[in-house]
């Protein structure tokens, strides 16, 4: 059964249809609008975290140190001052040292996938051309699990450098600019003097024209002996099953083995700050909308409790308190807010479609893509709160005035 209180509030709203279906269509396109813009930035963000997630590494362990570690003069005189000049530092083969029991501490982790990477540069020699590449040695079992590259080639696999030892897979880009075909001899040669003869076994397209042209991968073992590093890898990387964990996980290794590991979140800050600032400028933008919409409530109910005012006194004269008074208006306030949230809804879903229907194809890309929408209950939940809390808080100010009417000084003016 409808309470009086709601029965007035209804008589008030239906008795001002033109003011209240203003109202109701500011905080329906409020509504909308909120969902179109918050779908298709948290929509945006989604798809671009999912690429960088996907097309990197979780977690990446390197052969350095986060810290420097102490030198043997500090050690034996920490309190005093030590300058050493001229003196050459001893030439070491960098890289992470005894790779394998190191990899299999980091392996022992819950969760994650691990590969060693040897990565070098190196001087490919093709038909009387020099040209730098970086060189990756893996393991091609390992480096499925943790890389989109098994994805991303084209022409045979990286199980093609178990078969040849001596196989090589380069980026597309690489082999149309110097005319590299499949099966092709290439003449490597390394900083540390070694010359090997690598045969092309695949190729691989990013989309990454730099990267294209200049990345190639051979078998672990091959990369060690022509990098003249035996028995060793420069760095791990790693693919967690929740890549939120990354940060955990790195300082899990960094504790285990003591080099230093680095978390896509770290190596993103930039990008994820970047982020952050422009969801609050989303929100603060959108919000602000609800709130001008709110204004049509406030107006209604302002013109309500200043027309209504003799009303108001008959009412307080009949047993009615301030509170009630106040829930009358409030309950206008609320009514406005759940119609034009639930229409606001409803439309929103409809430019969300439309939106999701437009084919769209950037300059250079022969592929058609969408726009990256987000459908989240939770989006819909905010815009709900948004409209409620400013039609209510809309018609609150009004409200309080209403039940401040004294029926006395009402009455006796009219008499």
Do not use: C
Request: zero cysteines.
């Amino acid at each position: 059964m409808v309470s009086v209180h709601t029965q007035i509030a209804l008589s008030h709203l239906t008795s001002r249809t033109r003011q209240t279906l203003v109202s109701l269509m500011g905080i329906v396109l409020g509504v909308a609008f909120f969902l179109a813009v918050s779908s298709l930035m948290r929509g945006s963000e989604q798809d671009f975290l999912d690429r960088l997630v996907n097309n990197q590494p979780h977690v990446t362990v390197s052969d350095e140190f986060r810290q420097a570690p102490v030198q043997p003069a500090e050690r034996r005189f920490p309190g005093g001052a030590v300058e050493i000049r001229s003196v050459k530092p001893k030439t070491e083969v960098r890289g992470i040292r005894q790779y394998k029991s190191k990899l299999s501490q980091v392996d022992s982790i819950a969760g994650i996938q691990v590969a060693p990477v040897l990565a070098g540069q190196a001087i490919i020699t093709f038909a009387g051309r020099d040209v730098g590449v970086t060189l990756s040695g893996v393991v091609p079992a390992r480096m499925k699990g943790v890389s989109s590259i098994e994805k991303d080639i084209t022409k045979g696999s990286l199980d093609d450098l178990d078969a040849n030892p001596n196989g090589v897979i380069i980026g597309e880009g690489l082999a149309e600019r110097y005319r590299i075909s499949m099966g092709d001899n290439l003449l490597l040669a390394s900083p540390k003097g070694q010359v090997r003869t690598l045969k092309v076994v695949g190729m691989f397209r990013t989309g990454n024209q730099a990267y294209d042209e200049s990345q190639t991968f051979a078998a672990l073992k091959r990369v060690q002996a022509l990098m003249d590093r035996p028995n060793i890898a420069n760095s791990f990387i790693l693919r967690a099953d929740d890549p939120y964990r990354a940060r955990a996980i790195a300082a899990e290794i960094e504790r285990r083995i003591g080099y230093k590991a680095v978390s896509w979140q770290e190596a993103s800050e930039d990008i994820m700050s970047l982020l952050l600032v422009r969801n609050i400028i989303m929100y603060s933008v959108v919000l602000a909308i609800l709130v001008v919409a709110s204004f049509g409530i406030y107006n209604v109910i302002s013109t309500v409790v200043l027309e209504k005012t003799r009303d108001i006194a008959i009412l307080k004269s009949m047993g009615f308190h301030a509170r009630d008074i106040r829930r009358i208006f409030v309950i206008e306030g609320a009514v406005v807010g759940a119609i034009g949230s639930l229409l606001g809804v409803l439309l929103g879903m409809f430019i969300m479609w439309v939106l999701v229907q437009i084919p769209i194809k950037p300059p250079g890309v022969a592929e058609v893509v969408k726009l990256p929408l987000y459908w989240g209950v939770d989006q819909f939940v905010l815009a709900i709160a948004f409209a409620m809390g400013s039609a209510v808080g809309a018609a609150w100010l009004p409200a309080r005035k209403g039940g401040r009417v004294q029926p006395v000084d009402i009455l006796r003016g009219a008499a």
